[in-house]
């Protein structure tokens, strides 16, 4: 019997509104908001996360952000990639998962919260969706953490894939050979500097990957630290991305900010590109990647 789209989605909706209800992430929701150790916060945290991964396989993003609570609504943002209707491109979403750290109270010099109350510095969970060849949604975590074991000893260490940026643009790669989507994020701190993060994914075969090597062909991420207090938003004076040139630009560094790409999945070494200090540094895409502009 043939069913219509719309008929399956609110199918869909309703049975996903159950299975929500039944595994209580409102109420997950609900600690999260009044947690304020940050263990705790984690723990909840990354069973939201796990839930919401899988809530993203089977319906749209902004529809997974109806079927939360309202008073829920400011723990998730979302961002998306519509394509023009001229191009074959396929629409992409990013929902992030967001918390108050509360162990890192954030002090600005030339701004106040509007309602006279603690600012906090904020966790980032960032899940990405998009549309597979057989229009079937897929999602995957932009950040993995993996504990390991060295051989032959008790020593663990940890390796990583992705970043716990606040993605909120979007933006795809002209590539030829390859599907490519630039991410722009940003991860703010008070006792430590901004992180600015540019993450580059790519969809081959209807799979994310988060390995493909973008920046100065050794990493998918590249980062920029930034020691500025004076307000919340004032990392966006020190980069911009130009869409047309395909130019990542970073601008107005100070000495003791640093521009480095990761050389391996462990974040123990890094290539630095602004060795000499400079005030500005560009990037340009050259179909298959970023390379810093002389």
């Known amino acids: 019997m043939f069913v219509r789209k719309p008929l399956l989605l609110l199918i869909n909706l309703l049975i996903f509104h159950n299975a929500l209800s039944q595994a209580g992430i409102d109420d997950l929701f609900q600690q999260l908001k009044k947690e304020r150790f940050l263990p705790k916060q984690e723990e909840i945290a990354t069973q939201i996360y796990d839930s919401l991964e899988h809530m993203l396989k089977k319906i749209p993003a902004d529809e997974v ?63 990405m969706q998009w ?17 390991e074991t060295a051989p032959g000893s008790d020593y663990t260490f940890h390796s990583y894939k992705g970043t716990k940026s606040d993605f909120y643009e979007i933006h795809k790669l002209p590539s030829k050979n390859n599907e490519l989507y630039l991410l722009s994020g940003i991860n703010p701190s008070d006792r430590m500097p901004a992180l600015l993060s540019f993450f580059v ?15 100065e062909g050794i990493s998918p991420l590249l980062q920029c630290t930034i020691y500025d207090r004076s307000s919340p938003d004032a990392y966006f004076k020190y980069f911009e991305y130009d869409r047309e040139k395909q130019l990542v630009k970073l601008r107005n560094l100070k ?20 060795h000499n200090k400079e005030v500005e540094i560009t990037l340009k895409f050259a179909d298959s990647g970023f390379y810093k502009v002389d």
């Open 131 to 147: 549309t597979g060849e057989d229009g079937l949604l897929k999602s995957k975590k932009l950040y993995e953490r993996k504990e």
């Open 201 to 215: 994914v790519e969809i081959k075969d209807d799979e994310l990957s988060l390995d493909y090597p973008a920046f």
């Open 65 to 127: 952000l109806s079927l939360i609570e309202p008073t829920s609504s400011d723990h998730l943002r979302l961002t998306t990639f519509t394509p023009e209707e001229t191009t074959q491109a396929r629409a992409v979403s990013i929902l992030v998962l967001t918390h108050k750290n509360y162990f890192k109270e954030v002090y600005f010099s030339e701004w106040t919260s509007p309602e006279g109350t603690a600012v906090y510095a904020e966790e980032y969970y960032p899940t």
């Open 255 to 274: 000495k003791e900010e640093t521009v480095t790409v990761n050389k391996d999945v462990y974040r123990s070494s890094y290539k630095v590109l602004n």
